[in-house]
Structures are given as C-alpha cells and as structure tokens.
C-alpha cells in the first residue's frame, strides 16, 4: 500500500486520498506553479493508524523517510543536516476543510545544533532563532497539548523588559534567550527534554495531525456536518518558504475575484517581510493586494497570471495563499473561495459569459439559500460579534432591525412620531399591536413560534422578526427586559435583530442594505429554464401577492383566509363571528365579514392574472382571535348588545387546551356550515367581479384539517352548492377546484379515498410534522436545542422535511391520490416549502409545486432548479 | 318471486326475509302453540316496492289476497263479511327490532256496515264501535299521518260531556257517536272519507309500514346502528285476538325469568278485560304474573309449559306477549329478553347449568359493558328520566352519586363533617382538591377531558366523576353553577351524578348498591379459559393494583409515575424538581422523590407478586403540575429558597401552548437524565427489596413519548447504566425489560428500528388517536357532537378504536417490529383496553394484552373471551 505521495505524483481529483489541501498542491505542481515542494501522508495512513490502537506502522514511517530522501534531492538540502537543513512545515488536510483539526508546525526539522551553524552560515541568527523559538512553541501547543500561556507571558515579560513594543525590535541575542526560555518552560511542563532528532519531529508531529482527527471539536463537526468519521485526514508535508528575510519578503493572502461583490478584479493583501501568522494576528495593517503591483511589478505580473491559470483550471474563484522569498513568488494554497450571496450570483453569471461554466454550472454555485441576503437588509458582517448576543429565538421572519426598545404599540408609535426607530418588544403580540409592527424596525416576541401572529404578520409585510425568545424574561409593568444573564434593558435601550439567525444584538449594529444584483434577472431566468417545479407563494393579501408575483411567483399556494382580519379593523367582525353564540348572530357577524374578503380576493385574483390562487378557507386556532383583556371584551360585548359576563363566559367557554388539536380547519366550519358558505360566495363573488374584467381567475377552494374523508365530502358539497347558487344568481359559468390541505397523519393513510373527492391536495407540513412527532413547533423550542446537543435529532424536522418520517407520509399519500386520480394536483405549503433540501426531496418525489412566502419565492426557484440539475446528473 | 309466507310456511332461522318479529311468529306456529293465524309480507317486497318507485307491484297484491284467502279457510272467517268478519292487526317487523317504525294498527278491516252486523251477531255494540274508532284513529294516524290531537280533544271533551273519567264507563252509544266524530274529524283534515274498502285499507297498511321503513327516525337510528337500508322491513298481518272481550279476557307480557336478578321464575304482568295500549298507558295497574296462577290456574299451567318450551327451543330467556281471548291464551311475540347486566350473568350461568347452552354460548350472551353495572352502584333505572338531565359531561368514572354541591374542597370537608352527602363541583381539580375528593360522593368538573386530574384520581379511587361538562358554567365567586337553560345551582342545592354516562341530573335520586353476582367467579373463569389476550391493569399506586388483581388483572400495564404525585404531600418534591432552575436544585429535589417512588414499586410489586409490572417513567404534562395561584408560588419559592419573582417567571417560563405536543414524556428525561437515573433507581432498589424478601418482581421500564428510535436509544442507555450500577452496589443480579410506548405517529413509522432496542411495545392508543387525527380528547368534544349528528362520525374513536386508522398504525408497526424481534412483548394502555370492541381488534391483530383501569378488567376479560369465541367462530 501507497501511503505517502510526492506532489507530483497526485492531481486534484485525488481528494479522498489526499486531503483537499493536498490535492491542491499536488494539482498545482502538475500545472507548473511555484509551489514549495512537498508530500502528503494520505488518509489511508490516518485510518490504518487508528486500526493499529493508533501506532503508527513501521511501514508508513518508511515511507515518510523515502519521500524526505526525494525531497532532499529536489532541494538540494538535507533534512536535520547542520549547514544546509530542510525545514518542514506540517499541515493537516480533510477532504472537507474541518475546523478544530490541527492547524501548522512551522520550521520543523531545527535543533540547537542546526540553529547554530545554520545562522553562521546564512549569517542571520536573529531569523534562525525566531523561527526555533517559533518551532517550539507550536510543537509544545499542537504536538504536546502543552498551554500556550507560560510562552507568550514569557515573551511579553522580555519585551517589556527590553522595553520593546513589537517582536521585530527583538535581536538576535533577544531570539536566542528566548529561544532558551522556551525550552525550559517545555522541560518543566512536560518533564522531558525538546526532542532534538528532527526524524522524531517529524514523526510526532504527522501522529498529532492524526490524532486530531478525533479531538472533541473535530468529532462534533462532523456529526453536525453528517461527515463520516471513516474519511480520516491527510497530512502535508512541505518545504518551508520565508516572507520574514527582509524587505524583499512578503506573505498575503487573495483571491481571484471580489468574494463580497463579485468584481472581477484580484481582491486580498499582504505584508512585507511577515509570515503568515503576522497577517492573521493583525498587529500590523496589511497592504492591499493591489499596491504590489507598483512594489514588486514582476511579482505581481506572475501573481495576476497564476491567479488567472487557476481560476480557469478550476472553473471558479479561488482563493489563494501565497508567500515571496527574496522575490520569488511561491503558492501555498488554493482552494475555491467563500463569498457573499451577492458575489456568488455575479461570479456565476460573469464565468457563464466568459465561457468558463454552464449555466447549469453557474445554478449550482450559489447556495440558495444565501440569496436571502439579496432581499433584505443585512447586519455589517464586521460588526456582528459572537460576544454581543444576549438572546436567541426563532428567525421568524428575515432582516435587519436596529432600536430602541418600546414594550406597547401605542410606545412605538409615540417614538415613531419623534423619528426614532424602534422594536417592538412583546410577550406575544395581538392584531392590537399591528400599528406598532408597521412602525417598528423589528419585532421581538418571548413567545409563540414560526406561525405565530407576529410572525405570519411580520412576514407578510417584510418586517424583520424574532419570536419564541425564551431566554429573555419581559417585566410589562416596570418596562424592562432581562436576559439569561440577568441583564436588564430599560425601554429606550438599544438593541438589534438579525431576523435571519434569530440573534438578538446589544446596542445599534451598522447595516448593509438590500441591493438586487443586476445579474439577478439573468440568473433566475436560468433556474426557472431548467427547474420542474412550479414556485408559489404563501400570501394573505393583495400586497403580499404582488410581492409575491415581483419575486417570480407562479400562482398563491396558500391564502390563509384568518390572516386577512389580522388588522385592528377586521378583527371586531371576526371575533364577533366567533363568539356568537346563536345562528343569528353568526351570520350577521358573517355578512360583515363578506365584503372584506371579497374585496381581498379580487385584489388577490387582479393581482396574479390568471394564476392559480388557492384560498384555504377558515382555520383559525381560535385562541389567537378571541379577545383577552377586559377592555377587549367589554367593547364587543356592547357591540353585540350582550351582557359583559354573558361574553365573558363565551371566551372561557371557547378557551381550549391545545389549540392546535382544537375546533379550528374544517371542524369550524363542519359545526357552522355557514361560515363555509360566506366564504364560498366571496371567492366566486370575487372570481365574476374579477373576470368581467377580463382577467381570467383560477380560484382553488382548499378545505384545512381534514382527518377523514367524510370531512372533506361533507363541506365540498356545501361549498358547490353554494357556488352553484352564485353563479346562477349571477347567470354566469366559470371554473374552479375544490381540494383540501393533507396535514393530519390519519388524512395520509385515506388519502386516496380523499382523492376521489378533492381535485388538488397541498401538503401542510408543518401540522403534518407536528403531528407526527407529537410536538408542536411553540414548545418543541425548549426541548430541542438539547437533542441537538446530544446528537438525537441533526437538524429541525421544523426547517427541513423529515425525509424517512413526513416524507414517507407524503409519498404515500402522493402514490395513493395519484392512483385514484392521476391528474391530481399536489404540492406543499409548509414552511418547508421555501428551504432548500425539502425542495429536493418534493423534486424527488415528484409533486407538481411547492409554496413558500414571497421573500423566499428566488430562493426557492433555484433551489428547484438545483435539484432538478443534480437529479439529471444523478440518473 | 315469493313475497307473502303464511306463519307455517316459515321459521325462527328467515329473520332476514320474514323480519325477527315474523320469524318467531312462524316458529311458534310450527311449534305447535297457540299463534293467531296470519301471514308475512317479506323485506323483499320492501325492497321491491322501493325499486318500482315507491308503487305496490300487481303481483304482491295478488299474493296478499292469495294468503287472505287461505287465511279464510284457516279461520273460519271472511275477510270484508258482515257477520262474520276476518279482523287484521298489521304490525311491521325488520330484521333487527328498530325504534321509530311505524308500529301497530289494529281492527283493520271494520267499516259501517260490517259494523252494525257484527254488533248484531255477537251482541257487543259497545265493543265493535270502541274497535272501530279506535281503528280509524289508527288508520289516520300511522297511514295517513294525520294528527293524533284532534281524535283526543273529542275524545276528552266527549268524556267531560258525559262526566265520566274512564273509557270503560262509555256506553256503546258514546261509542258509536265518538265514531261518527272521527270519521267527520278524518275527512275534515284530508278531505276524503275513511275508506270503507278492507281490501283498500290492508293495501294501504302494508305500505305504509314500507313507508316507515324511510322515516328520518329510521334512518338516523340505521346510521347510528350500522345497518344497511338495504335490509327492508317485513309486515305482519294476523288475525285479531281481544283481550278485551270481559272478564274471561285479558292481555299481558312476562319474562321466562327475572329480567333484573336473573332468577328463573316467569316475571311479568297482565290485566283481564284490556287491549294491550292498555297494559302500557298505565291508567290501571296491571297485575304480577303470579296472580293469574289463582286467577285462571289452567291458562297460567299452559303459558308455564310455553314459557319453558320457548327458552329450551330459543336456548336464552324470552319476552312474550299474550293474550287471553274468551279463556282462551294465544301467543303474540315472543324475543330473547333485554335484562340487566346482573340477570344477563346470572341466566347465561344457569343456563349452562341447565344444560341448555354451552360455556362459549353463555359467554356471548352477556354484554361486556354490562358488567360496569355489577361493580358499582347505579341509579334506580325508574328514578332516571330525560327530563331531568341538566347538562351532559365525560363519562369519566363510573359510578352513581347524589349529594350537595360545594365548590372548594374545605366546603365539601366541612359538610362531609355534618354528616352530609357531597358533590365536589370545580372548574378544574389540582392536587390541593384530593381531600376533598375522598370526602365527596362525586365529582364534576367543567373543564378537563378523560385524563384530567379529576378524571384520573376519581378512577384511582373508584369515585364517580363526571369531567369536561362544558354545558355548566361555574361562578366560582358568587358559588353558583348555571345551567345552558340558564337554571342556577346555589351550594347546597342537590345535583345528582351518572359516571357511567356523563349525565348530570337535578335533585337526589335513588341509587342501587353494586352486588357482585355469586355466579360472578364462575362465569369469569369460563372467560379465562377460553380468551388468548393477556389483561393487565392501568394502576399507579399500591391500592390501584391491589384492586386490580382483586379484578383477576393479570400484571400491570400502566404505572403513571407521575400520578403517584397527584396528592398534597407529594406534590411538593415534584414542582420543585420540574421548576428547578439549576441542575443542584434538580438532583435535591430528585432526592426527596426518591424514597417515594421506591416505596409504591414496593408496594406495587408486591401487591402483584410476580406478575409484570410496566412502570412508565415520567410523562407529566407540566401544566398539570405547575404551581398556579400566587400563594402555592410563594409557599414554593419560599422553599427552594428563590425570590418570588424568579420562580413567578420560571413557571410563566415553563408554560406551553399545547402541553399535550409539550415538554413531557422521554423529552423531559432527555433533557435532563437526571430524572431517568433516579427513577430507574427507584425501580431497581424497590425490586432488590421485594425480592429479597421472596417475591419474584418482573419490572419492567418503559419510556413515553418516543417519536424516533434514537430517542429510545439515549435513554435506555441511561437507564441500563444506572440499573447496572444500582445492582453492582447491592451485588445482586435481577431481570428486567426497558420498553416503549408507541404514541406518536412517527414512532409507528420507525417501529422496526425501534425494536432493535425496545423489548416490549405498549401502544398508547389515546395519543396516537390524538396525533393521528390531529385533535386533542379535551377539545374535540366541542366539536365531535356535531360530528355524529351530521354522521360524519359513527363513534368516538377516543372511546372505540379506529381500526382503519389507527388500526392500520398499530398493525404495520405490530408487524415490523416482530420482523426484528419475534418475541417482542405488545399491548396496548389507552383507554381503549377496557372497550369491548377494540379488545376484538387488540385479538384480531394479535397483540400479547390489553391494559385497562382496575374496575374494566373483567369487562375486558369477558370482551377477550367473546373475541376469541367469535374468532374461532368465524374460522
């Protein structure tokens, strides 16, 4: 067995063998670049080295000294040789770059004897020493495990002893004293001696890089990253290469496109006369790449052509690692480069012009998910710090939002008057607080989940959301929020919200604004050329739907008909239809009601032109529509001319237990068939108003919550009879379909006896998902962050389809509908629907649609659009 | 096509052709007793009427008269004669007895003239007019649908005319003249004259009774009973008897035996010179069976001999009627007799005895519901009536109770002191209401569904309860309970309360004491015998599984852990330990629970003296357990040491939107395993105990709430570890099993990787039917009553199982997990395990037992039985 590869044995498919790292490096040498010589000890030897009761096997060590003896030859130095030593630098290398794995051991291969005559020979004792005392230090830290403190309290007591400010101001003599010390505090820490056999060096050091594969950090990165602990790492061995010999030196770091706009330009800086770890640690301000140009002409000529040859060898922006030894350039590293949603998008659409990739190539390099960032306002990356964070919740609803904190709507309102921005900061809010939300930056609620009201709220109007924040404690009456650690804010106090994380911020946070790339266009026609799935959108209102139709919607998936009374003026009539207690009332509370929504549903059906729109008809958990307070109630009670304590007993009568198994979907309107009608008469009212106009209109009538057959059977024929009546009142025929939402697991395993009643079906996987765990998404917050802690659950059945649970449920369920039905139309319209790798599983599956809120409409048509590329790639 | 069979031509095994009524007419015929002769129209020619458009085929008329013909001969009498005049009754007769049919007209066949003749001929004018206007009130009635009132108006207002009070004191000249007014009153309302046509007047009859057969009474109890429209009603057409004819006549019905003790002696009821309307309208009181023996010592020697040849040829008690025409006894019907459930023990056990039926038969002939009777006290069935019922609640624990109602507990205490009989009335009962629930005869909650903790308590101790009565409305200030009519109950005013229904009923009613059967052992150990299904007890203390095994359970399937902390003392560890903040907190107030837990396994484990024990570790939906007014939050806090305010926020913390899709079941222990290792210890320690005192103790540990394997998979390793350790420091080595509850959707999905760790399943069907169907039992009966009258529903799936639902869950999931271990021990906990019918399905499916509450197991003993008979029956 081949356990060690010089770099030109290998190329960079050999990924899996080498490491990424080191398929890199091989990949480079192959092309001709300058890249320091070296090899790589492969991931076979990482495992064979675990088989072994982590020994490594004499035949690995053989090998590694084979390939020094190549090594010297190609130098022309000799390792641990005194006046013309090979020193080493060691680098682990995963096949997935892995933090928490060993980083570097630089200068590897010095003793105290090479460190003398070395230094007499290149006459630069100051250098030689630096890089012993470096060697020591990241031995004693990365090999040994030894504390780094001792060290650096020692360098920093001799520097102020010298009363020196920077390492460079130390001489030579300073070196070598140090250099001294370091072995001390090596001896007294470990009780033995800084090995001097640089062959022992090199040994323990190739093992730590192994061992490192399975410390605590590395472990549960890849089992938050589902990379199997089989893969082991790799281990690069390199010559070293010197940016600290003087001013003809240097280090830097670049890449060969912009990674935050995209710009086609060398984007990154560097330092004269530094190493790598100088550049890092910031003590002095690197220059940006583009001043090499006039320092180093030829330099940066050879620069700018590598940089060049790589991205068109690699097809993509690379990210490069380079180092200058006495004026010549040598490449450390290249990797494909990270970058901002923005940049991604550009980069993609500027390779496709230039021919390098396909368009299905481009598709696949953004992830979709970061085209949220293209959307809406997004926190200064530089000013978001991990220690700033004083609560997280659920990022309910995406953005950025700095202010002042204010605990009421009628607060809020107040501060907006005086100009200032604010956050709206509640225990849970009510459609009471709607004037605060319109004028607040963002919204903080401690409780309620991803469908709460300020959230479903907050999102349909763009606004930035953060709800479910249990770690804060809200004390209403003194105006002050409290957090885990027992700090108190008082209203007026600044905070932030980054509603894509669910991070709340202390303080203001400068933010970037949303910018729509010019390429945007470009791309999305891309993705919707190559995707299957159709994109709709979850939108309540007229507005959310021409939001909606602007970000490329193909019809509504949901209109949640309860949400369009979410506002203040709506909301009396609808708690008047739900406290009624006679027949009479109700429909008089329901003729009240009717304008409202006919009036939505022909802003909805102008605003999507003939696109399919499907309006799920009443499923109010009734607890978010009744009234609380006893003003709330006093006032509806006058309005419905009865007793206070009359009302009163109403709403406790109506209070339930688990509202979200309560009297709500198709139950509501099983027990008050005349809901069903008003609303069937506003959609088909709707539907002639819009269609006299010329507009053609696709009503989808979507009946919630089923969980037998019977339920769907009994309201569809109310609902066709009321339609029916409608359209004979009005002399007029028009079509329209009746469905229903499959959101309960009993509707999954009757779903084809559904089918012979329902023409579409939309998989509400949300309710689905909570029924099937058995935990809903408000509470489920407590208990699952520790699942995740000890590894139970891998991610939020909440964000991304439980493929093996849910999904087996859905496929199911397709299968049976279809059999019954083939022309079914099915498609989900959960939360889910707008994330990623859900989109790839309905892909998979094969439903027709998926629906998700406007603002994720682009992210999930390239999300469809990548799926379909990688399920043709797959076949 | 045959449609009309004279009695000879059939018998007792034609339900389905001549009805049950018509079938036992011609058996008795072909037995030789004295039937009136008559003939049967069949369920086909219903059937046929209704094919042909609601219009009587030709040649069913033709066989109608073929038979009155026949019918002649047999009789000696002309159908339509003046003098001698063949006289019908026509009664309808389906396959199953069903109320709302059209039921009896008698004297068919009488007009004017045959009336005066025949007065003549026998010389009773008073009985031929009072037979003839009685039939065209009838006729009118039943045929024509025409109101009853106004025949009763004449009939009253002629009476007060004439000053008498009974009917028996009109002349035959009343007779003739309030003849005379009916026929004017018939013509008046339909404007035609009563037909004079016998033959017109049968045709009419029969298919009137066809008619009946599409009531909206009929069809709604055809829904509700499941039987098929297609079965059609026969008609009965015999010749009248009069019971009526003097003193030498009569009429009545009896029991072969005692249809409320049992015992084997005629029971029953007559009165001479009557009609049977008579018997029933209660003007006079009828005479005890018995007395005729006096009376007419040779008519009451023949029904003896009767009674006796119909139980030996039917094989079970019969329900007769008779009737004495002239000294002469003829039978009208004879059924097997609806009796109580004491009576059904007691006759099916002397039955055997007799050598009548065998063990099997006397087995299926007692309901398994009615053994509820047996085991507690009932009202007095005279003292129920309708209208008495105030309001309707959750039949939550059986039993009868009266009493005046107080609404805290202290009240009940205080009145319990007096003397006084009590109702604990209150919105919802907590741990702090215990006393008062030991000292009331029953108890009412408004709130809570059949897991509540009144609900669960009350079944503990055997206390009647009736929960979740959403009809009341307490005004707990003012101590009143309003009533929907808007009644008001004062504290002290009587209610009375039927656990076994969930009515509640005004004032104090009469209650019968429970009296177990002597022939109780006997038949249960026939029962035993031949049922396959294991029956274990749901039981959370000591004294729960003492009862249970007084019962015959045969291990316990269900120890709620948490609710041995349903009680004053207890309590106060347990909300400590669920509100603790810190982890030291968590594991002091662990400590005070432990010896607690340890002691009811001892007791539990000896009480079953090594029958299985399935212990569940903690499921406590917190709200149940949370601290709720401001002086338990201060006593509490006070305790732990904690300001008010902290713990105020922490319980406000711990509160959830459905507590039932909550932080509970192996969430709770994931979250903080500390709880596993003390409850395991607690398992493990009481089994050391038990067991060395010479006890076999099979415990075994079964986790709640799992909704994937990996979640089964963290715990059980928990709970070995600590088991382990627990044994190691006694040096001891014990068996036991680590199980798990399947009550999540998904956990049905995963059952075979389940298995992989799980050795017993218990399903929790009142979960998964929640989850499944996506409602919770607490809500859903708001909405469920809709549900069955809009026959959407045919049952309560929380009361019987649904097998093609959940059914089809639990037997995928049965089935997988046998795939992977074939001796995997599976039942079910819910409350299903007590329901007759979803026993049959838990036998049909193969599962190892069923659980129930202590005072079901012989219900659910005798339900296996009987699925086992009909199992084998059906092979």
Same mark, same amino acid.
């Given at each position: 067995?081949?356990?060690?590869?010089?770099? #030109?044995?290998?190329?960079?498919?050999?990924?899996?063998?080498?490491?990424?790292?080191?398929?890199?490096?091989?990949?480079?040498?192959?092309?001709?670049?300058?890249?320091?010589?070296?090899?790589?000890?492969?991931?076979?030897?990482?495992?064979?080295?675990?088989?072994?009761?982590?020994?490594?096997?004499?035949?690995?060590?053989?090998?590694?000294?084979?390939?020094?003896?190549?090594?010297?030859?190609?130098?022309?130095?000799?390792?641990?040789?005194?006046?013309?030593?090979?020193?080493?630098?060691?680098?682990?290398?995963?096949?997935?770059?892995?933090?928490?794995?060993?980083?570097?051991?630089?200068?590897?291969?010095?003793?105290?004897?090479?460190?003398?005559?070395?230094?007499?020979?290149?006459?630069?004792?100051?250098?030689?020493?630096?890089?012993?005392?470096?060697?020591?230090?990241?031995?004693?830290?990365?090999?040994?495990?030894?504390?780094?403190?001792?060290?650096?309290?020692?360098?920093?007591?001799?520097?102020?002893?010298?009363?020196?400010?920077?390492?460079?101001?130390?001489?030579?003599?300073?070196?070598? &004293?140090?250099?001294?010390?370091?072995?001390?505090?090596?001896?007294?820490?470990?009780?033995?001696?800084?090995?001097?056999?640089?062959?022992?060096?090199?040994?323990?050091?190739?093992?730590?890089?192994? =061992?490192?594969?399975?410390?605590?950090?590395?472990?549960?990165?890849?089992?938050?990253?589902?990379?199997?602990?089989?893969?082991?790492?790799?281990?690069?061995?390199?010559?070293?290469?010197?940016?600290?010999?003087?001013?003809?030196?240097?280090?830097?770091?670049?890449?060969?496109?912009?990674?935050?706009?995209?710009?086609?330009?060398?984007?990154?800086?560097?330092?004269?006369?530094? #190493?790598?770890?100088?550049?890092?640690?910031?003590?002095?301000?690197?220059?940006?790449?583009?001043?090499?140009?006039?320092?180093?002409?030829?330099?940066?000529?050879?620069?700018?052509?590598?940089?060049?040859?790589?991205?068109?060898?690699? &097809?993509?922006?690379?990210?490069?690692?380079?180092?200058?030894?006495?004026?010549?350039?040598?490449?450390?590293?290249?990797?494909?480069?990270? *970058?901002?949603?923005?940049?991604?998008?550009?980069?993609?659409?500027?390779?496709?012009?230039?021919?390098?990739?396909?368009?299905?190539?481009?598709?696949?390099?953004?992830?979709?998910?970061?085209?949220?960032?293209?959307? &809406?306002?997004?926190?200064?990356?530089?000013?978001?710090?991990?220690?700033?964070?004083?609560?997280?919740?659920?990022?309910?609803?995406?953005?950025?939002?700095?202010?002042?904190?204010?605990?009421?709507?009628?607060?809020?309102?107040?501060?907006?008057?005086?100009?200032?921005?604010?956050?709206?900061? =509640?225990?849970?809010?009510?459609?009471?607080? !709607?004037?605060?939300?319109?004028?607040?930056?963002?919204?903080?609620?401690?409780?309620?989940?991803?469908?709460?009201?300020?959230?479903?709220?907050?999102?349909?109007?763009? *606004?930035?959301?953060?709800?479910?924040?249990?770690?804060?404690?809200?004390?209403?009456?003194?105006?002050?929020?409290?957090?885990?650690?027992?700090?108190?804010?008082?209203?007026?106090?600044?905070?932030?919200?980054?509603?894509?994380?669910?991070?709340?911020?202390?303080?203001?946070?400068?933010?970037?604004?949303?910018?729509?790339?010019?390429?945007?266009?470009?791309?999305?026609?891309?993705?919707?050329?190559?995707? &299957?799935?159709? !994109?709709?959108?979850?939108?309540?209102?007229?507005?959310?739907?021409?939001?909606?139709?602007?970000?490329?919607?193909?019809?509504?998936?949901?209109? *949640?008909?309860?949400?369009?009374?979410?506002?203040?003026?709506?909301?009396?009539?609808?708690?008047?239809?739900?406290?009624?207690?006679?027949?009479?009332?109700?429909?008089?509370?329901?003729?009240?009601?009717?304008?409202?929504?006919?009036?939505?549903?022909?802003?909805?059906?102008?605003?999507?032109?003939?696109?399919?729109?499907?309006?799920?008809?009443?499923?109010?958990?009734?607890?978010?529509?009744?009234?609380?307070?006893?003003?709330?109630?006093?006032?509806?009670?006058?309005?419905?001319?009865?007793?206070?304590?009359?009302?009163?007993? *109403?709403?406790?009568?109506?209070?339930?237990?688990?509202?979200?198994?309560?009297? =709500?979907?198709?139950?509501?309107?099983?027990?008050?068939?005349?809901?069903?009608?008003?609303?069937?008469?506003?959609?088909?009212?709707?539907? !002639?108003?819009?269609?006299?106009?010329?507009?053609?209109?696709?009503?989808?009538?979507?009946?919630?919550?089923?969980?037998?057959?019977?339920?769907?059977?009994?309201?569809?024929?109310?609902?066709?009879?009321?339609?029916?009546?409608?359209?004979?009142?009005?002399?007029?025929?028009?079509?329209?379909?009746?469905?229903?939402?499959?959101?309960?697991?009993?509707?999954?395993?009757?779903?084809?006896?559904?089918?012979?009643?329902?023409?579409?079906?939309?998989?509400?996987?949300?309710?689905?998902?909570?029924?099937?765990?058995?935990?809903?998404?408000?509470?489920?917050?407590?208990?699952?962050?520790?699942?995740?802690?000890?590894?139970?659950?891998?991610?939020?059945?909440?964000?991304?389809?439980?493929?093996?649970?849910?999904?087996?449920?859905?496929?199911?369920?397709?299968?049976?509908?279809?059999?019954?039905?083939?022309?079914?139309?099915?498609?989900?319209?959960?939360?889910?629907?707008?994330?990623?790798?859900?989109?790839?599983?309905?892909?998979?599956?094969?439903?027709?649609?998926?629906?998700?809120?406007?603002?994720?409409?682009?992210?999930?048509?390239?999300?469809?659009?990548?799926?379909?590329?990688?399920?043709? #790639?797959?076949?």
């Amino acid at each position: 067995m081949k356990y060690v590869y010089l770099f #030109q044995e290998g190329n960079k498919n050999m990924k899996e063998l080498l490491g990424g790292k080191g398929a890199n490096l091989a990949e480079m040498t192959s092309l001709g670049l300058p890249v320091p010589s070296g090899f790589i000890v492969t991931t076979e030897a990482c495992n064979q080295y675990y088989e072994n009761n982590k020994v490594m096997h004499e035949e690995i060590k053989k090998q590694i000294f084979e390939k020094i003896e190549e090594l010297e030859k190609i130098t022309s130095k000799k390792f641990g040789d005194k006046e013309n030593p090979l020193l080493l630098s060691i680098r682990s290398g995963a096949r997935i770059s892995m933090p928490g794995m060993m980083d570097t051991i630089l200068n590897l291969g010095m003793n105290d004897e090479i460190a003398i005559s070395f230094s007499k020979k290149i006459g630069n004792a100051r250098f030689v020493y630096d890089s012993y005392r470096r060697f020591i230090q990241m031995y004693a830290d990365v090999v040994m495990g030894y504390p780094r403190t001792q060290f650096e309290e020692e360098l920093d007591s001799f520097k102020k002893e010298k009363n020196v400010k920077l390492d460079m101001d130390l001489s030579a003599e300073d070196m070598k &004293h140090l250099t001294e010390k370091y072995k001390e505090i090596y001896k007294k820490i470990g009780n033995s001696d800084f090995p001097q056999d640089p062959r022992k060096q090199l040994i323990e050091a190739i093992t730590a890089v192994f =061992r490192s594969w399975m410390n605590e950090r590395a472990i549960v990165y890849r089992k938050m990253n589902d990379i199997p602990e089989s893969y082991g790492t790799a281990v690069n061995v390199q010559e070293m290469v010197y940016g600290n010999l003087g001013e003809n030196s240097g280090t830097g770091v670049a890449f060969t496109r912009n990674p935050a706009t995209g710009e086609n330009s060398l984007y990154g800086e560097y330092l004269m006369n530094a #190493q790598g770890e100088d550049v890092v640690a910031g003590i002095r301000t690197p220059n940006p790449i583009a001043t090499l140009k006039e320092k180093m002409p030829t330099i940066y000529a050879e620069f700018e052509r590598i940089a060049k040859t790589l991205e068109n060898h690699y &097809h993509d922006m690379q990210d490069m690692e380079f180092t200058i030894e006495n004026g010549k350039l040598f490449m450390l590293q290249t990797r494909n480069g990270k *970058r901002t949603g923005r940049a991604a998008l550009k980069i993609a659409v500027d390779l496709e012009k230039e021919g390098l990739i396909t368009k299905e190539e481009a598709l696949l390099k953004v992830d979709a998910e970061s085209l949220d960032q293209l959307l &809406h306002p997004t926190f200064d990356v530089s000013a978001l710090k991990e220690g700033n964070i004083i609560a997280k919740g659920l990022a309910a609803s995406p953005g950025a939002a700095s202010g002042k904190i204010y605990f009421t709507a009628s607060a809020v309102e107040a501060a907006f008057l005086k100009g200032e921005q604010t956050i709206l900061v =509640r225990e849970e809010t009510s459609p009471e607080d !709607i004037k605060g939300m319109v004028k607040a930056e963002g919204v903080l609620t401690v409780r309620g989940g991803m469908t709460s009201h300020a959230a479903v709220v907050a999102r349909g109007m763009g *606004r930035c959301c953060i709800c479910g924040c249990a770690d804060l404690v809200i004390q209403e009456k003194e105006k002050t929020l409290t957090t885990k650690d027992g700090k108190v804010y008082k209203e007026g106090d600044f905070i932030s919200l980054d509603g894509s994380t669910g991070n709340v911020y202390d303080g203001l946070l400068r933010k970037v604004e949303a910018q729509i790339h010019d390429d945007f266009e470009t791309f999305m026609s891309w993705a919707d050329e190559v995707r &299957h799935l159709q !994109i709709r959108a979850n939108a309540d209102t007229p507005n959310d739907a021409k939001q909606a139709r602007k970000f490329g919607a193909e019809g509504i998936g949901l209109c *949640r008909t309860e949400h369009m009374f979410f506002n203040e003026e709506r909301i009396f009539p609808f708690r008047k239809m739900i406290t009624s207690v006679t027949d009479d009332q109700r429909e008089k509370a329901l003729l009240e009601i009717l304008p409202y929504q006919r009036e939505d549903f022909i802003g909805l059906f102008e605003a999507m032109e003939g696109l399919p729109v499907i309006i799920r008809f009443l499923d109010p958990p009734l607890h978010e529509f009744l009234p609380h307070t006893t003003k709330e109630i006093r006032a509806l009670a006058k309005s419905l001319d009865i007793p206070y304590e009359t009302l009163k007993n *109403r709403v406790e009568e109506l209070k339930e237990f688990n509202p979200m198994m309560g009297h =709500r979907g198709c139950r509501l309107t099983i027990t008050y068939p005349s809901i069903t009608r008003m609303q069937t008469r506003a959609v088909i009212e709707a539907a !002639i108003a819009v269609s006299k106009k010329g507009i053609t209109v696709k009503p989808e009538i979507m009946i919630p919550l089923i969980s037998d057959p019977k339920e769907l059977h009994y309201v569809e024929e109310i609902v066709k009879d009321e339609a029916e009546k409608v359209l004979k009142e009005n002399n007029i025929s028009l079509e329209y379909l009746v469905g229903t939402m499959i959101e309960t697991p009993r509707a999954t395993l009757f779903a084809d006896v559904i089918a012979e009643t329902a023409e579409f079906f939309s998989f509400g996987t949300n309710d689905l998902t909570q029924l099937t765990y058995g935990f809903s998404r408000d509470d489920s917050s407590k208990f699952l962050n520790t699942y995740y802690e000890k590894g139970i659950f891998e991610k939020d059945p909440f964000a991304k389809i439980d493929e093996y649970g849910i999904g087996k449920l859905i496929l199911l369920a397709s299968k049976k509908a279809r059999r019954i039905r083939p022309s079914i139309e099915l498609g989900i319209c959960g939360e889910h629907g707008g994330e990623a790798s859900s989109i790839a599983f309905c892909n998979k599956i094969g439903l027709d649609y998926v629906s998700c809120s406007p603002y994720r409409v682009p992210i999930a048509r390239l999300a469809a659009a990548q799926a379909s590329i990688k399920a043709n #790639q797959s076949k």
